[in-house]
């Protein structure tokens, strides 16, 4: 535990935040590549850990944003709070551009800062008296707030895992889709499709499994779609594209991996009216109430942008980026299975999962951080899961992809 010499307050920490494991995953990873460059200087590292997005915001959307921007200095252009829930026309233009013919209105989304906050907001409606289950491996987030808002029980050092969390297995053996008649139920589960960090997405028949599974338990899911755009292969890129899914889900999404908005901020969250808690009261009632209460709506700059991005104009210039980083994976995916590895994901997700059995991912990362100079993200980040895997994330410029791909390729090929 780390402590201070100086002044102490009378304040205790907060239970819950003592008992997170691992520090964040993400700054680890920088604390190695800080000193991968201090030991080489001159090496020319490429990055394809964090799951950060490099190309250039189209200018249509960027132009959006600054007019919208430059109108605030004006008597008529100044705008202060907009709704908590977000401006109604970009409500409106989601629901048309993600939720064609899935019954979602716009009224039934609330824009925000990103995923990721919407994850931390969601559990902070939950609660700490709800169990929950993930997936095993997943995108730290969901078992981090879980933890924070004390759903968690101890961590256990043996297996890796907290105590009241159902991890739920995807893994190459069970096609990255859990056994749902061996799992004990909880009250939420977090499913994440495409998935980070394996790259796979949940087929039709996957995610109708998953709504029945729910219904019959009684349980809610929090679908993140934060990746939705990335599918090529024809699965769902909604879960309420499945029947049913209105009583039993809730989605979070993101403009981040689509618009490259990861440092501009802005996502949403769809909460049907349908959903209900056991006393029969609408959850989309206390989500409203809590997003009211606790954030006060997303950046009005932020979603002028966003407005841009669903245009006709904007979402074209979008879909030839996200295309771009499509290309991206799909040279990584093809130079690491010509050296004989076991490669997935990469083709409805920016992540390409690599398989390494027997081996710890903290050392394959080392060794290709040491040999080839990539920086890759070890799997045992995402959980007990991952422990054989190393995640490669595509996003990129294509000469450094390129280079990426042929390192790689040479130091597998003579191990
Ligand atoms: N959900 C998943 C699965 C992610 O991988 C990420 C970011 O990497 C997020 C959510 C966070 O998205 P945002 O930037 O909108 O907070």
Redesign the pocket.
């Known amino acids: 535990m780390q402590r201070n010499t100086g002044h102490c307050t009378n304040v205790p920490r907060n239970v819950n935040m003592e008992s997170l494991r691992n520090g964040y995953l993400f700054p680890e990873i920088s604390l190695r590549e800080l000193e991968h460059i201090q030991k080489y200087p001159d090496s020319e590292l490429i990055r394809l850990g964090i799951?950060d997005t490099t190309n250039p915001i189209p200018d249509i959307i960027t132009s959006a944003m600054a007019e919208y921007a430059r109108a605030l200095s004006t008597v008529r252009g100044y705008r202060g709070y907009g709704a908590e829930q977000g401006n109604k026309e970009l409500r409106q233009a989601i629901a048309e551009t993600f939720y064609e013919d899935t019954g979602v209105k716009g009224g039934e989304i609330f824009v925000s800062d990103?995923?990721?906050?919407d994850?931390s907001r969601l559990q902070l409606l939950f609660g700490s008296n709800v169990t929950m289950a993930v997936q095993n491996p997943s995108?730290p987030?969901y078992i981090d707030t879980s933890v924070i808002v004390g759903q968690a029980g101890e961590f256990q050092e043996e297996t890796g895992k907290y105590r009241n969390i159902v991890y739920m297995n995807c893994l190459p053996e069970n096609n990255f889709f859990p056994d749902l008649s061996t799992m004990p139920r909880t009250d939420i589960i977090f499913f994440?499709s495409p998935n980070?960090p394996t790259g796979s997405a949940a087929s039709r028949l996957q995610l109708e499994q998953l709504v029945a599974y729910a219904k019959a338990k009684g349980s809610i899911i929090v679908y993140?779609s934060?990746?939705s755009v990335f599918i090529t292969d024809g699965s769902p890129k909604s879960i309420f594209e499945i029947p049913g899914a209105r009583e039993v889900a809730i989605e979070?999404s993101?403009?981040?991996k689509f618009a490259g908005f990861?440092g501009v901020?802005l996502?949403w969250t769809v909460v049907p009216k349908e959903l209900l808690y056991s006393t029969g009261f609408p959850v989309i009632k206390d989500y409203n109430r809590l997003v009211c209460t606790s954030f006060n709506g997303a950046s009005s700059i932020s979603q002028a942008g966003g407005l841009a991005c669903l245009s006709p104009e904007g979402y074209t210039a979008l879909n030839a980026v996200v295309d771009y980083y499509k290309d991206n994976a799909k040279m990584i995916c093809d130079a690491l299975a010509s050296v004989g590895l076991k490669v997935y994901g990469g083709r409805n997700a920016p992540y390409v999962w690599v398989h390494f059995p027997g081996l710890k991912s903290w050392d394959v990362f080392a060794e290709i951080l040491e040999k080839a100079h990539v920086i890759t993200v070890p799997g045992r980040g995402f959980g007990p899961g991952g422990e054989e895997f190393i995640r490669i994330s595509t996003f990129g410029h294509r000469e450094s992809i390129a280079e990426a791909s042929r390192r790689l390729k040479s130091l597998f090929i003579h191990n």
């Open positions: 799951g990103g995923a990721q906050s994850i995108f987030a994440c980070n993140d934060a990746y979070v993101s403009f981040s990861t901020r996502g």
